[in-house]
T-cell receptor, first 113, second 113 residues
Framework: EAQVTQNPRYLITVTGKKLTVTCSQN?????MSWYRQDPGLGLRQIYY???????DKGDVPEGYKVSRKEKRNFPLILESPSPNQTSLYFC????????????FGEGSRLTVL | AQTVTQSQPEMSVQEAETVTLSCTYD???????LFWYKQPPSRQMILVIR??????QNATENRFSVNFQKAAKSFSLKISDSQLGDTAMYFC??????????FGGGTRLMVKP
């Protein structure tokens, strides 16, 4: 089954404790992206990657890091989480072609105390 | 930078009736793509419909259709014969050649029996 898998789905952590949200897709997609969803603001892009070893900043990259060492994986790293990073996070992937459908993971609810 | 505005934070409609969700966007680009995504209570993001800006014909997918007005930068979604399962958050999104996808703030739609 074609899917984007994120882990963990739910996480409560404390300020400053490094965490990683993993994302993996099994569709051999070149393009992968991270979004955060906040009430009234919709989804805002954090980082995206056009292919292995190629990453670019989105609209709200501050406080986040990503890496793309393998095509299927695109982890989101919060080196020193802060309460304003409490949000719902989505990973998404897309195949070649700009009109290709974005496939989303099921979301990761992160709370930073 | 592109902006996407959904001016209706919440809407409701009676089952079997028709509802239109509004979306406007601002861009200086000529080639782009527009999308409507649905997010039911499960949080999963589901593509409802997409429109290429170079196509004059409005996209249609079963009960879902769009009214794309390029000059006015408007991209509304019409849901005909509303069903209880259409209850969800709906996001309008703009995609450009740079592979950024910009989302509106969302419209929460409630279908009433």
């Amino acid at each position: 089954e074609a899917q984007v898998t994120q882990n963990p789905r739910y996480l409560i952590t404390v300020t400053g404790k490094k965490l990683t949200v993993t994302c993996s897709q099994n569709m051999n997609h070149e393009y992968m992206s991270w979004y955060r969803q906040d009430p009234g603001l919709g989804l805002r892009q954090i980082y995206y990657s056009m292919n292995v070893e190629v990453t670019d900043k989105g609209d709200v990259p501050e406080g986040y890091k990503v890496s793309r060492k393998e095509k299927r994986n695109f982890p989101l790293i919060l080196e020193s989480p802060s309460p304003n990073q409490t949000s719902l996070y989505f990973c998404a992937s897309r195949g070649t072609g700009r009109t290709g459908e974005l496939f989303f993971g099921e979301g990761s609810r992160l709370t930073v105390l | 930078a592109q902006t996407v505005t959904q001016s209706q934070p919440e809407m409701s409609v009676q089952e079997a009736e028709t509802v239109t969700l509004s979306c406007t966007y601002d861009t200086s680009e000529n080639n782009y793509y527009l999308f409507w995504y649905k997010q039911p209570p499960s949080r999963q993001m589901i593509l409802v419909i997409r429109q290429e800006a170079y196509k004059q014909q409005n996209a249609t997918e079963n009960r879902f259709s769009v009214n794309f007005q390029k000059a006015a930068k408007s991209f509304s979604l019409k849901i005909s014969d509303s069903q209880l399962g259409d209850t969800a958050m709906y996001f309008c999104a703009f995609g450009n050649a740079g592979n950024m996808l910009t989302f509106g703030g969302g419209t929460r739609l409630m279908v009433k029996p």
